[in-house]
Every structure is written in C-alpha cells, then in structure tokens.
C-alpha cells in the first residue's frame, strides 16, 4: 500500500475516497456524470447553490502534480463542469466559478475541481476558500496558463543552449587573451 501512495500518479489507491467514489464503490455518493477518463459527482459540503466535483479516475494528488502535459486534462475537466452546470439548467457561464485549491488547502489528496454555480451566490462564510488569484484557490484557466508556461522540457533546452553559447563566447575570448599575450 505504500508503494501505492509513494508516486503523484496511480491508477487506484486503495483508502482514498475519491477513488473509491470514481470507481463506484462509495453507496454514498451518485455520479453525476462520467466518461473512462473523469466522474463528475456533488460536494459534500456545497458552498453554492451549484457545487460539483469534477475528478480524474486516474489518482493525481494535486494541482502541483500536474505538467504542461496536462493541459488538456484540466480543459475536460472545466469542459464536463460546464456541461453539467447547463444540464441543470445553468445559462449564465459568465457567474460560474471553476477552479481548484493549492495545497495545503486541499481536503482530499485527489485532484478535483471545485465547480460552483452561480458565482455571486457563493456562501459569505465560504468565499475566502474560492477566491481566485489568494494562496488557496487557482482558477482553472489560470492554471492552463501556468502550466504552458511552466513547459519543462522547452525551458531546459532553452537554458542549456543559452549555457552553451556564452560557453563558447567565453572559450574564444579566453583563447584571444592566450595567443595575444604568447605573441608578445
Ligand atoms: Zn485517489
Ligand atoms: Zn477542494
């Protein structure tokens, strides 16, 4: 079991509810909606008139787990909270709220985005907890745009060749220094 816990990215962990929840086993919880790669199902504790959850079935601990790879991953995410927000009747998209919390402030080590509807409506004793651009909350197009951003592989190449050019520049230089000082 803890190897099972030890990486960011598993199939199933064995005590984790959300888990649990996405592979059906939890009598407790209905979902809502879901597709081989995400369930969507009501939070427990709604801060909003409309609050859902929506999960990946594979177990990633956190927002901080993801990559520029999974930029597509958090786009369905958004794209399924969106869908059930307007099969309940939802029509206006622009007083939704889709994002998710940074740890330490997650309740559950399971990815899931908070999607919250409608936004104005969000519970006063409950705002601090969603409210994006603060140490808890990201929203989700935010966090697409830090992920792009964060694009570790480009990065790297990028520094190395830079490295190696002034590399090079220095070499030279110093080898002209050499030669003009052995021509004396
Ligand atoms: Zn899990
Ligand atoms: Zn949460």
């Known amino acids: 079991m803890g190897e099972a816990q030890s990486g960011s990215c598993n199939d199933f962990v064995e005590d984790c509810i959300f888990c649990t929840i996405a592979s059906n086993q939890d009598k407790y919880t209905t979902i809502i909606k879901q597709n081989d790669e995400l369930a969507c199902f009501r939070d427990i504790c709604p801060a909003a008139p409309h609050h859902y959850l929506v999960i990946p079935k594979q177990h ?3 927002c901080r787990s993801l990559q520029s790879t999974h930029v ?4 369905r ?4 909270g969106r869908v059930v927000l307007h099969d309940r009747g ?3 998209m622009s007083d939704i709220r889709l994002g998710f919390h940074r740890p330490p402030y997650t309740s559950v080590d399971h990815l899931h985005l908070h999607v919250l509807a409608p936004a104005s409506k969000i519970s006063h004793f409950m705002l601090h907890k969603f409210t994006p651009g603060t140490d808890r909350f990201v929203n989700e197009d935010h966090l697409r745009r830090c992920l792009l951003k964060a694009a570790p592989k480009t990065s790297i190449r990028c520094a190395s060749r830079k490295y190696m050019a002034s590399l090079s520049h220095h070499i030279a230089r110093w080898t002209k220094g050499r030669q003009a000082k052995e021509n004396k």
Do not use: R, Y
């Not at 597509?72 to 786009?75: A, D």
């Open 72 to 75: 597509g991953l958090v786009e």
């Open 77 to 80: 995410m958004a794209g399924m």
């Open 90 to 92: 939802i029509t206006d």
């Open 60 to 62: 990633i601990i956190s």
